[in-house]
């Protein structure tokens, strides 16, 4: 299984930061991005960045990409993990939204799989923590047809970190406790996903 790791945005990017500026979002998807890397490959997996570059990438480039990948070695052999941090308003206010999601696009596909596994590790890995779902399709995930979720042929999810406007969610982003539960989650959601979709 080919595990590609999209950090959103880039260095570059506009906005997309905390409203007392100590976090930007580009910079802690990379540091997310790395940390997990380095984990799934010390525990032996095809891992990868999928943008290895720093300034951004436009989505088209990621989409084509990440299909690129599926058409080499087969849409069932690859998945997506998109990894960000949420944001209530535009970064100069702070508010009171909070918690960790998933989401998928719109309909049951495999990238339901990887969504339940993910949410199944959320809940081990951030105890006490707001996990936000909805359940109003009878699974957890949240389905917005994102650009990289809809023309990925893959299964695919996007993570949102917390929220970078929330200041007890962004005290513990910023925390080394927040930074491992973190890449715990997300590499204990693909371990079990692959699982499930190696057996299944
Ligand atoms: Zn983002």
């Known amino acids: 299984m080919k595990i590609l790791l999209d950090p959103g945005h880039g260095l570059n990017t506009p906005g997309k930061r905390s409203p ?18 380095s984990r799934l ?7 990868q960045l999928l943008v290895p570059e720093t300034e951004d990438i436009p989505l088209k480039e990621r989409v084509r ?6 058409t080499a070695l087969g849409k069932t052999n690859v998945i997506l993990i998109s990894i960000h941090v949420n944001a209530a308003g535009d970064g100069t206010r702070w508010h009171t939204a909070t918690g960790w999601s998933c989401y998928t696009c719109k309909g049951h596909t495999q990238s339901d799989t990887l969504a339940d596994s993910l949410y199944q590790s959320a809940q081990q890995h951030l105890p006490g923590r707001r996990i936000r779902t909805d359940y ?38 910023l925390s080394q406790e927040g930074r491992r539960a973190i890449v715990e989650t997300i590499i204990d959601g693909i371990e079990r996903c692959v699982l499930t979709l190696v057996s299944g």
């Not at 490959?41 to 891992?47: F, I, L, M, V």
């Not at 990409?65 to 599926?70: G, P, T, Y």
């Not at 009878?138 to 809809?150: C, Q, S, T, V």
């Not at 023309?151 to 005290?171: G, Q, R, S, W, Y």
């Open 20 to 37: 007392d500026g100590t976090l930007l979002e580009a910079a802690y998807n990379r540091e997310i991005a790395q940390l997990t890397l």
């Open 41 to 47: 490959q010390a525990n032996g997996h095809d891992a």
């Open 65 to 70: 990409r990440v299909n690129a990948h599926c």
């Open 136 to 173: 109003t399709d009878n699974d957890p995930d949240w389905e917005e047809n994102f650009y990289i979720l809809r023309h990925t042929h893959c299964p695919a999810v996007l993570i949102e970190n917390f929220f970078m406007d929330n200041k007890k969610d962004l005290a513990y982003l």
